[in-house]
């Protein structure tokens, strides 16, 4: 055991263990969150959900990817080839990448960057492009507007995020994520500091995210699924577990910025617990308002981000800014 | 700027409503009936195919008068009776319903003068052909028993 540990150094072996932890916890999520989201959006329509394949429906998820895996992939006569095989991995690859700078537990964070932040915000605007590619290189009209929307909708919503966080960040004065989760010790979680922009950054996160109720990318009654509608098998299915795992992403940047992260009672042995908990939480509200909430029109999703979201996290960052600014000049 | 504020406080208190809504669907029971493996009671206000029924000592109680088979506006039902020796009564030997003509009207039930005929509460009605739904009434009231 000690020379085939000697063969690798130790700093490939923290790399190679701690990717595969990382993917581990996105398939695990996807196919918790996939049955979770069955079953509560049947328990709101007065449904059972699942309840088939094992006890109350469990393995259901388990069955649908192992359906996924073994499909035929079908790629369309006139698709644009490169693309449209590359499509499917870029929409799965950039989503396992923000997990490896979020702090789960007080030791539990694979790199602890200077510039976490902005590593996951730049990791999920390339979503974005992998549903661009998929919706231009099926060579298909519907899968085209889903595109497009895609694109109109992610520009306007990627800007309240930013905003919003840097007002968190203007009040910790750094982008590290366990830096942010270390200015939060001690209950003051930035939620009450910070209400709008945790509220701007919540509705502009499941607008980021391509979930109802701004799910017009798919829009499976007007665009028969729009930019995956040319995908089967499990082509289709990466870009499914993308979307779980951008919602992941977006509870836990939501956990790290603005409740407390890996803080809470006995946070010394259940820290990790409570990050867990607190994300899954914020998944749970996602999943919620979209078993609630009809699809806006684009119309009123441009609206409610460039009229009310941007002009409400401009302000608070300007508010923001002035406090941090003049406020230690007063009190000290 | 007319109205930009008080927008957002009414979409606001109308999502919190609707939030409310699928809540309190989410915390109440569930209406679904796991069909083959549960089922609910049939209401006496289901109207099944029709059936014979029987008297207190077993026997049909039909007398074959063919009332319903006049009644009848769809012409679905057909009584075939024969007058056996020493017996002053006709008595029933078939009574055949076309299922597939039957609009379930219920005249024939009304019509009956000796209160022989009745909504049966099968539900579970399946066949392969046509055939399956000609049914001769004897003969499924004798295999229930």
Same mark, same amino acid.
């Given at each position: 055991?000690?020379?085939?540990?000697?063969?690798?150094?130790?700093?490939?072996?923290?790399?190679?263990?701690?990717?595969?932890?990382?993917?581990?916890?996105?398939?695990?999520?996807?196919?918790?969150?996939?049955?979770?989201?069955?079953?509560?959006?049947?328990?709101?329509?007065?449904?059972?959900?699942?309840?088939?394949?094992?006890?109350?429906?469990?393995?259901?998820?388990?069955?649908?990817?192992?359906? %996924?895996?073994?499909?035929?992939?079908?790629?369309?006569?006139?698709?644009?080839?490169?693309?449209?095989?590359?499509?499917?991995?870029?929409? *799965?690859?950039?989503?396992?990448?923000?997990?490896?700078?979020?702090?789960?537990?007080?030791?539990?964070?694979?790199?602890?960057?200077?510039?976490?932040?902005?590593?996951?915000?730049? /990791?999920?605007?390339?979503?974005?492009?992998?549903?661009?590619?998929?919706? @231009?290189?099926?060579?298909?009209?519907?899968?085209?507007? =889903?595109?497009?929307?895609?694109?109109?909708?992610?520009?306007?919503?990627? +800007?309240?995020?930013?905003?919003?966080?840097?007002?968190?960040?203007?009040?910790?004065?750094?982008?590290?994520?366990? =830096?942010?989760?270390? !200015?939060?010790?001690?209950?003051? @979680? *930035?939620?009450?500091?910070?209400?709008?922009?945790?509220?701007?950054?919540?509705?502009?996160?499941?607008?980021?995210?391509?979930?109802?109720?701004?799910?017009?990318?798919?829009?499976?009654?007007?665009?028969?699924?729009?930019?995956?509608?040319?995908?089967?098998? #499990?082509?289709?299915?990466?870009?499914?577990?993308?979307?779980?795992?951008?919602?992941?992403?977006?509870?836990?940047? !939501?956990?790290?910025?603005?409740?407390?992260?890996?803080?809470?009672?006995?946070?010394?042995?259940?820290?990790?617990? @409570?990050?867990?908990?607190? !994300?899954?939480?914020?998944?749970?509200?996602?999943?919620?308002?979209?078993?609630?909430?009809?699809?806006?029109?684009?119309?009123?999703?441009?609206?409610?981000?460039?009229?009310? %979201? +941007?002009?409400?996290?401009?302000?608070?960052?300007?508010?923001? !800014?002035?406090?941090?600014?003049?406020?230690?000049?007063?009190?000290? | 700027?007319?109205?930009?504020?008080?927008?957002?406080?009414?979409?606001?208190?109308?999502?919190?409503?609707?939030?409310?809504?699928?809540?309190?669907?989410? +915390?109440?029971?569930?209406?679904?009936?796991?069909?083959?493996?549960?089922?609910?009671?049939?209401?006496?206000?289901?109207?099944?195919?029709?059936?014979?029924?029987?008297?207190?000592?077993?026997?049909?109680?039909? #007398?074959?008068?063919?009332?319903?088979?006049?009644?009848?506006?769809?012409?679905?039902?057909?009584?075939?009776?024969?007058?056996?020796? =020493?017996?002053?009564?006709?008595?029933?030997?078939?009574? /055949?319903?076309?299922?597939?003509?039957?609009?379930?009207?219920?005249?024939?039930?009304?019509?009956?003068?000796?209160?022989? #005929?009745?909504?049966?509460?099968?539900?579970? %009605?399946?066949?392969?052909?046509?055939?399956?739904?000609?049914?001769?009434?004897?003969?499924?009231?004798?295999?229930?028993?």
């Amino acid at each position: 055991m000690e020379s085939i540990l000697a063969i690798f150094p130790p700093e490939l072996l923290r790399i190679l263990i701690s990717g595969i932890l990382v993917i581990a916890l996105v398939f695990l999520n996807g196919l918790v969150m996939v049955y979770f989201e069955r079953k509560l959006a049947g328990y709101m329509q007065y449904r059972c959900g699942l309840m088939e394949i094992g006890w109350q429906g469990v393995l259901q998820s388990l069955v649908d990817g192992i359906k %996924l895996i073994s499909k035929r992939l079908v790629i369309p006569k006139n698709v644009d080839g490169p693309l449209y095989r590359i499509a499917p991995l870029l929409a *799965f690859t950039p989503v396992v990448l923000p997990f490896l700078v979020v702090p789960f537990g007080k030791h539990l964070q694979v790199r602890d960057l200077n510039v976490g932040l902005i590593f996951v915000m730049a /990791m999920g605007s390339l979503n974005v492009m992998a549903i661009f590619m998929a919706g @231009w290189s099926s060579n298909n009209k519907y899968s085209m507007f =889903g595109a497009m929307r895609t694109v109109a909708q992610n520009i306007a919503y990627e +800007i309240p995020i930013l905003l919003s966080l840097l007002s968190v960040v203007l009040v910790t004065n750094t982008f590290s994520m366990s =830096g942010i989760v270390d !200015a939060q010790s001690g209950g003051s @979680w *930035f939620i009450l500091l910070q209400p709008v922009a945790f509220l701007i950054y919540l509705v502009a996160g499941v607008a980021e995210t391509n979930r109802a109720p701004f799910d017009l990318p798919e829009a499976e009654s007007e665009l028969t699924a729009g930019f995956h509608t040319e995908y089967s098998g #499990i082509a289709f299915g990466l870009f499914f577990l993308g979307e779980y795992a951008n919602m992941l992403t977006v509870s836990c940047v !939501a956990t790290t910025l603005f409740l407390g992260g890996w803080h809470g009672p006995w946070e010394e042995y259940f820290g990790t617990l @409570w990050f867990f908990l607190k !994300a899954y939480s914020i998944m749970f509200f996602m999943i919620w308002i979209r078993w609630t909430f009809p699809r806006v029109r684009f119309d009123q999703l441009m609206n409610l981000a460039w009229k009310y %979201l +941007i002009p409400f996290a401009l302000v608070n960052l300007l508010v923001t !800014a002035a406090a941090v600014k003049f406020l230690p000049l007063i009190f000290v | 700027m007319g109205g930009y504020f008080s927008d957002l406080i009414e979409g606001g208190k109308s999502l919190a409503s609707g939030l409310a809504v699928t809540f309190k669907a989410m +915390i109440s029971p569930v209406v679904t009936v796991q069909y083959p493996r549960e089922k609910i009671e049939i209401t006496p206000n289901f109207r099944g195919h029709i059936e014979l029924t029987l008297d207190a000592e077993q026997r049909i109680k039909c #007398i074959a008068c063919g009332m319903c088979e006049k009644s009848c506006p769809s012409g679905c039902i057909n009584v075939i009776s024969e007058k056996k020796e =020493g017996e002053k009564k006709k008595s029933l030997t078939s009574f /055949m319903l076309n299922f597939t003509k039957c609009s379930l009207c219920g005249i024939c039930c009304e019509s009956c003068p000796a209160d022989a #005929i009745r909504y049966s509460n099968e539900y579970n %009605l399946a066949g392969f052909t046509r055939e399956d739904f000609i049914m001769d009434l004897v003969k499924r009231l004798e295999d229930k028993k």
